[in-house]
């Protein structure tokens, strides 16, 4: 399993299994601490909820609620033994409708809260639990014990509530969402398989004292750590680019300690290029240069500084330990051809590789930047006079040419073009 997937599911299993582990211990809570356990999943839910609204996250606000839902469901109707016949068919009911309502929302693409003719029609699942209360309120439910389904009956291990019907239907559920989690990679969807992952459990040891408020509140975590992860790459990492934005770099300049090293680094030519080939190509190369970026040695960390200007920090290094790891970098973005991409250029990959066969095919273009650096000395002593400092070694590389590498130690050297002052 890929790094990227084992970050995304390393805190739902964490809560999962603390979850899980913690409920033996909480059998002899006191009055006080078993009502703030019943109601912290509806706090933290509606934390959750305001959360969602905030940042615009309409699946994790519709699994909020529909956990919710779920949550109140069991709170108002099965407090009292499962072997009554409308409680067995309600809970029987629920470990269909649960993971089938939360598997929806896991599959559905995010299209935020303002397009409401899409997300209405997401809202009709959770509809049910309301009829479900209404049916158990009226004992209506427990002529249909008869009806259920054999697969619903047999229990899948003796003694424990999870049957046979509610096991498969949760396997089937878990291995489409493992699907979305793979291609998708988002914070979201692992906030949601961890979800699904807890409902089996949740059935299996449902007549466990507090396994319900326990568990619903591991989900509810879940969701919150989504959200406020969510909220973070808002605010640190660039959509564009995905690499650290301009207010990640303030944060890291803010706790720098004695020697260091700042690069400025900026596309060359990046007006024309937007100007020739329009802005869909000039986020092309924006990306590009980042994917290159990404693989920066000798411990840098890239920061896109804003338009077509990025930024490298080198901590605990000098101008001379971290030019080889510019220029390597200044190298491999000069001798990538980029392939930019027409706006008439179709979806269809046949018809694309045909159209690149053609006489007016994509042509590749070469793109190079510039850089300037500079470490922390004394005649420049915090990291606002050594990043003017590295912008001034930039414009210089500028002007002298274009695609190379100027240390702020030698602006007053002529470099040649293509290589580094240190050539």
Request: proline share 6%; hydrophobic share 45%.
């Amino acid at each position: 399993m890929p790094v990227e997937l084992l970050r995304m599911l390393f805190m739902p299993l964490l809560l999962l299994a603390g979850g899980v582990l913690l409920q033996g211990s909480l059998v002899d809570l006191g009055p006080q601490l078993q009502l703030l356990l019943a109601v912290l999943p509806y706090l933290l839910g509606g934390a959750n909820l305001l959360l969602g609204y905030l940042f615009n996250q309409s699946r994790l606000l519709l699994s909020t609620l529909n956990l919710l839902a779920a949550y109140l469901l069991i709170q108002l109707c099965l407090q009292t033994p499962l072997a009554r016949p409308d409680n067995f068919v309600l809970f029987s009911l629920l470990t269909l409708q649960l993971p089938v309502s939360q598997l929806l929302i896991c599959l559905a693409p995010e299209r935020g809260l303002r397009n409401r003719r899409r997300l209405l029609p997401q809202l009709i699942p959770l509809a049910l639990y309301p009829i479900l209360w209404l049916l158990w309120q009226q004992q209506l439910l427990g002529p249909w014990l008869s009806r259920l389904p054999a697969a619903m009956l047999e229990l899948q291990v003796a003694g424990h509530y999870l049957s046979e019907g509610s096991a498969l239907l949760c396997a089937l559920t878990l291995l489409l969402s493992a699907t979305v989690l793979y291609f998708r990679r988002s914070r979201s969807d692992g906030a949601l398989f961890g979800v699904l992952l807890a409902l089996p459990a949740l059935f299996y040891g449902f007549d466990r004292p507090q396994i319900s408020p326990l568990l619903f509140t591991a989900m509810q975590l879940m969701l919150s750590q989504a959200l406020i992860l969510h909220s973070h790459q808002l605010a640190f990492v660039d959509e564009l680019t995905g690499i650290p934005a301009r207010r990640a770099l303030q944060e890291q300049l803010a706790s720098l300690g004695r020697r260091y090293t700042l690069a400025m680094m900026d596309i060359d030519h990046f007006k024309q290029f937007n100007d020739r080939y329009g802005h869909d190509a000039g986020d092309q190369v924006l990306r590009l240069v980042a994917s290159q970026l990404r693989r920066v040695g000798g411990g840098g960390r890239v920061f896109r500084y804003g338009g077509e200007e990025f930024t490298v920090l080198f901590r605990g290094k000098g101008e001379s330990e971290a030019l080889p790891h510019l220029e390597q970098l200044r190298e491999a973005i000069a001798q990538y051809p980029l392939q930019i991409r027409q706006p008439n250029r179709p979806d269809n990959a046949k018809s694309g590789r045909q159209q690149r066969r053609a006489r007016n095919a994509d042509k590749p273009v070469q793109v190079t930047v510039s850089i300037g650096l500079c470490e922390r000395s004394p005649t420049c002593p915090d990291a606002d006079a050594v990043m003017q400092q590295a912008d001034k070694a930039l414009y210089a590389a500028k002007r002298a040419g274009r695609n190379r590498t100027l240390a702020s130690q030698r602006l007053g050297r002529r470099v040649r073009h293509g290589q580094s002052d240190f050539a």
